[in-house]
Nanobody
Framework: QVQLVESGGGLVQAGASLRLSCAVSGRTVWSYKVAWFRQAPGKEREFVSSIAWSGGTTYYGDSVKGRFTISRDNAKNTVYLQMNNLKPEDTAVYSC????????????WGQGTQVTVSS
């Protein structure tokens, strides 16, 4: 079992950058993959990016490719989401999730952090 705590959200103007953090705790963190999802009001939850803790394989949603970068710090057990050139449509609650499964299911979730991008 793992616990996830997000931080780093806030209010920024379009074109700005933010870095979100997801602190991961647990006995076997290395065996998980961690993802970022986001959900805007009235919209379905959207996959943003994921990274495998072991090996570092990354994936990105089409809407953030080229603007967002996911990374991990093994020493701090933290996954980061660097978000550049933010757009108003990036406004959402961003949550990190962890899983050891390959079927698209995510077992553990953080509480989420709000990102608001003004035009």
């Amino acid at each position: 079992q793992v616990q996830l705590v997000e931080s780093g959200g806030g209010l920024v103007q379009a074109g700005a950058s933010l870095r979100l953090s997801c602190a991961v705790s647990g006995r076997t963190v290395w065996s998980y993959k961690v993802a970022w999802f986001r959900q805007a009001p009235g919209k379905e939850r959207e996959f943003v990016s994921s990274i495998a803790w072991s090996g570092g394989t990354t994936y990105y949603g089409d809407s953030v490719k080229g603007r967002f970068t996911i990374s991990r710090d093994n020493a701090k057990n933290t996954v980061y989401l660097q978000m550049n050139n933010l757009k108003p449509e990036d406004t959402a609650v961003y949550s990190c999730a962890a899983s050891r499964r390959d079927n698209g299911a995510w077992d553990y979730w953080g509480q989420g952090t709000q990102v608001t991008v003004s035009s």
